[in-house]
Structures are given as C-alpha cells and as structure tokens.
Nanobody, 124 residues
Framework: QVQLVESGGGLMQAGGSLRLSCAAS????????MAWFRQAPGKEREFVAA????????SYADSVKGRFTISRDNAKNTVSLQMNSLRPEDTAVYYC?????????????????WGQGTQVTVSS
C-alpha cells in the first residue's frame, strides 16, 4: 500500500513562486514513476509533470514548461514541484501520483496511487 501526502499549496500573487512536496510511504519509492496532475473547478484533471525512477528523465505539459520543475529525492521518499512565474490559470488542486510500474506517462488512468491534493490559488 502506497500513501501519498501533498503539502505546500496556498495563495500566491501572479508572478510568484510556490513549492509543492509529496511524501510517499513504502520502501520501494525509487521504483515508482511519479507525477503531478491538477484539476481546476469545472475542468478535467490534467497532466502537469512527471519524473522517472532515477530522476534522470522528466516530462512537462506545454502550459508549464519553462516555469515548473519536478524533482525527486529517493533517499527521503519525496517528489517536489517548484512552480515559478505563477499565473491565475495555474489555480487548481494539485495531486501527486505514483505509477508502481515505473512508467512515465501523461495519462492519469495509468497511475496507481493518488494523494488527496493541495490547493494552489494564484491571484491576478
């Protein structure tokens, strides 16, 4: 059983920065691919960023490329999302997700475990 707990959300003005963290339980964290998704009110959940087992490969949605950075620390069982140059359209609940097969994908249904989410609100 894998448990994911997000933290670091909050209210920020446009142009500011936030750092989200996701702490994972389990002794095999380094075998998971990890990702961040987000869901805005009235919209479907969308892919934000993903990272492979070692951290050597990352993937980003076009809307966040160049502004957001995903990273992981396998020694601490954590994955982070550094969000810079925030925009009002980044407002959403952000979810951490784990793929136990270690595959990096942008498809939400491929991820096996999800956190409860953390709210990010960006004011203009």
């Amino acid at each position: 059983q894998v448990q994911l707990v997000e933290s670091g959300g909050g209210l920020m003005q446009a142009g500011g920065s936030l750092r989200l963290s996701c702490a994972a339980s389990g002794r095999t964290f380094s075998s998971y691919a990890m990702a961040w998704f987000r869901q805005a009110p009235g919209k479907e959940r969308e892919f934000v960023a993903a990272i492979n087992r070692s951290g050597g490969y990352t993937s980003y949605a076009d809307s966040v490329k160049g502004r957001f950075t995903i990273s992981r620390d396998n020694a601490k069982n954590t994955v982070s999302l550094q969000m810079n140059s925030l925009r009002p359209e980044d407002t959403a609940v952000y979810y951490c997700a784990a793929d136990l097969h270690g595959l990096v994908t942008t498809t939400a249904s491929r991820y096996d475990h999800w956190g409860q989410g953390t709210q990010v609100t960006v004011s203009s």
